[in-house]
């Protein structure tokens, strides 16, 4: 089974949580996009919900395929986020943000009653770090922001390069939002808590891909199939 069937396997089982009239929020990525084609073709054949796009590029496939959405304004309380991760370690804790839409898919997620990930295997982690941690900062003062993030990192004994994402052509990457993302390739996070917490105290950082406390199941695909797992009390 290669890495697409489990991503696909992923999705399908996650779509067995989606209950007709729900109130949906859709991630963003590779897993997240096999799960609005299948979910498209249980639209077309009969399911109604109403979804909420975590990207500008979900939407847009969602729309494509005839997914029915609404914004988070027009509904500000959700039943269920679906969407993917790019690592989750033991304690549900999980690094996002890889496609760039980690702003939206945590306002999203906290906006749900429940968040479901689906990932493949390679996902799971004893410690996150390995997958860069994607911070989102405010243009303005980007060099401040840079500074006091290195010294933050220092301070709590992570090191490794720190880089401003950017696309192919070199130009800067910009979110949906409008702001940069740098990435902290740290290799390990022994305490995500307190990076969360901290991060959270400056002022220029957006947001960060950190997602503690959001996740409540995840449906994790390998070369035998989909797995559930719970968090553990």
Same mark, same amino acid.
């Given at each position: ?9 992923? *999705? ?12 949906? %929020? ?5 897993? *997240? ?18 979804? $909420? ?13 005839? $997914? /029915?959405?609404? =914004?988070?304004?027009? #509904? /500000? ?6 969407? !993917? ?21 945590? @306002? ?15 996902? #799971? ?11 989102? @900062? +405010?243009?303005?003062?980007q060099a401040s ?8 990192? =220092?301070? #709590?004994?992570?090191? !490794? ?19 940069? @993302?740098?990435?902290a390739s740290f ?11 901290? #991060? +959270?105290?400056? /002022? ?7 997602f503690i406390n ?6 994790? *695909?390998? /070369?035998? %199939? *989909? ?5 553990? +009390?």
């Amino acid at each position: 089974m290669d890495a697409r069937e489990m991503k696909i396997k992923a *999705a399908a089982a996650a779509l067995e949580h989606v209950e007709d009239g729900m109130r949906l %929020g859709i991630g963003t990525g590779s897993t *997240a996009e096999e799960f609005v084609r299948l979910l498209a073709e249980k639209v077309a054949g009969g399911l109604k919900v109403q979804g $909420v796009p975590t990207s500008e590029r979900t939407a847009r496939l969602c729309l494509e395929l005839g $997914v /029915p959405l609404k =914004s988070l304004d027009e #509904l /500000p309380e959700l039943d269920l986020t679906i969407d !993917g991760a790019d690592e989750i370690d033991p304690q549900f804790r999980l690094i996002k943000g890889g496609g760039g839409a980690l702003l939206r898919e945590k @306002i999203v997620a906290a906006a749900s009653t429940r968040m479901i990930v689906i990932a493949d295997e390679t996902k #799971l982690v004893d410690t996150l770090g390995a997958f860069p941690l994607p911070i989102e @900062i +405010n243009p303005f003062g980007q060099a401040s922001t840079v500074l006091a993030i290195e010294r933050l990192a =220092s301070e #709590l004994g992570l090191s !490794g390069p720190m880089k401003l994402r950017t696309r192919s052509d070199e130009s800067l990457y910009m979110t949906d939002g409008g702001h940069l @993302i740098l990435d902290a390739s740290f290799g390990r996070i022994p305490d995500a808590d307190a990076l969360a917490s901290r #991060l +959270n105290q400056i /002022p220029g950082v957006v947001e960060h891909g950190l997602f503690i406390n959001l996740a409540s199941l995840a449906i994790i *695909a390998g /070369p035998a %199939g *989909a797995r559930v797992l719970e968090p553990k +009390n």
